[in-house]
């Protein structure tokens, strides 16, 4: 009679293979077993696949990287998808202001930036946001921003009333110095602006774009283009090669809301073949490679456009058929977005068909639209009329809130009590 086969007697190489067919779920349950199997699993070799399958947690891109505080490990990644996709998380409204703004903010590694009204603040990471002091402006701001951007330790921010302003953060880091304005950039509000190593990039109310040079050669005030969109420009990106940049506009005119300049000859370069509607203006959007472009708008879908062969490849209705007023993607394959209802930011997995989580920024204020979030693997921002809004996923006894499954609850129930339901 032959001795029975054990588990933990075989050998490494062939746990590891039996392992690898396991849920992650299950691979935690078997780490409590014993010191042995504890010991495979909590190394790297099981978990490089399964880290690579989640949403948010992927860490793929050095762009998407560069503002996540912290860097995930394997194994933590996967428990970390788990929260985002099960709305498990810690909700805190870092703070509030009475008067309602259309507010805008940049993630970065170390320093959450916001901007409201005539307000410019920088919020660290790296503190308690309850105890954190915040990095201020310190020269009075008479306009009110309407987009900035962050590059380094210079900040651009793009003004109501036509104006270009160029900060630079303090040797103590404690407030932003003003470092020179460009005051007649454009007649009007600037709504989008960008930049690269060689140039600046602003869109405006006025239906005009202009390209600016460096940093150090724009005090000329004196663009190197202007380029005429003849309808509202909303938004504006440059893609990550710094050779080309797309704008969108409101599409109140018989052109199209989507257009892709080059930067070396300040010519349209793509035209992007699509059957536009009167009114599916562009609000947002973001390259996730220097072939792919996401955008969203009016039209209430998320676009994934391909600029090879000048194409929209996929796209993505929002659950409750909002305009998606921003847009924040990890450059790989997740995306958030969020909507002009309800104080909404959906989920969205570019896998996937439909949407993956919904989370509510505020369930007092759902007249708000969210006008502007970011994201990295664990914390996910947002900008309401009112509110700056943290939500955590990185830890291990949160509430699950599945809004997911109450849409789709409450979906079911309204198409039982309609006229057209049959039985």
Known sequence: ???????????????????????????????????????????????????????????????????????????????????????????????????????????????????????????????????????????????????????????????????????????????????????????????????????????????????????????????????????????LSADPTGRKFAVGSAGNSDCPPLHIFDLECYSQSDILKHNWRRGAGILDMVWDNPQTLLTCGYDTYVRKWDLRTGTCVYSWPDPTDATLYCLSSDYYYSMITGSQFNCKAVLWDQRQKSYVQVYFMDLCRMSSPVYCLSFDSTHLYGATDQHLVEFTFSGYSYKETNYKEILRYEQIRANRTSPDWIV
Request: net charge positive.
């Open 1 to 235: 009679m032959t001795d029975a086969w054990r588990l933990d007697t075989l050998p490494s190489d062939v746990l590891i293979l039996i392992f690898d067919y396991c849920h992650a779920f299950d691979l935690v349950r078997l780490s409590e077993v014993c010191t042995r199997f504890y010991d495979i699993i909590s190394g790297e070799t099981l978990w490089v696949k399964k880290s690579k399958q989640p949403v948010v947690t992927n860490q793929t891109s050095r762009k998407f990287r560069d503002r996540c505080n912290p860097l995930l490990c394997l194994r933590t990644k996967w428990h970390v998808s788990h929260n985002w996709q099960y709305g498990r998380y810690k909700k805190k409204v870092l703070f509030s202001q009475k008067t309602k703004l259309m507010p805008w903010i940049q993630l970065t590694g170390d320093t959450l930036w916001w901007s409201g009204g005539n307000q410019l603040c920088g919020l660290r990471r790296s503190e308690s946001f309850h105890e954190n002091r915040p990095i201020l402006v310190r020269e009075n701001v008479r306009s009110d921003i309407c987009k900035f951007i962050v590059r380094n330790e210079c900040i651009i921010t793009g003004h109501r009333d036509g104006s270009i302003k160029f900060w630079t953060k303090s040797r103590c880091n404690e407030y932003l110095d003003f470092y020179f304005s460009i005051d007649r950039a454009h007649t009007c509000d600037i709504n989008a602006i960008d930049e690269t190593s060689d140039a600046i990039m602003s869109g405006s109310g006025d239906g005009t774009v202009k390209v600016w040079g460096p940093v150090g050669q724009t005090i000329l005030n004196v663009p190197l283009t202007t380029i005429n969109i003849t309808d509202r420009v909303w938004s």
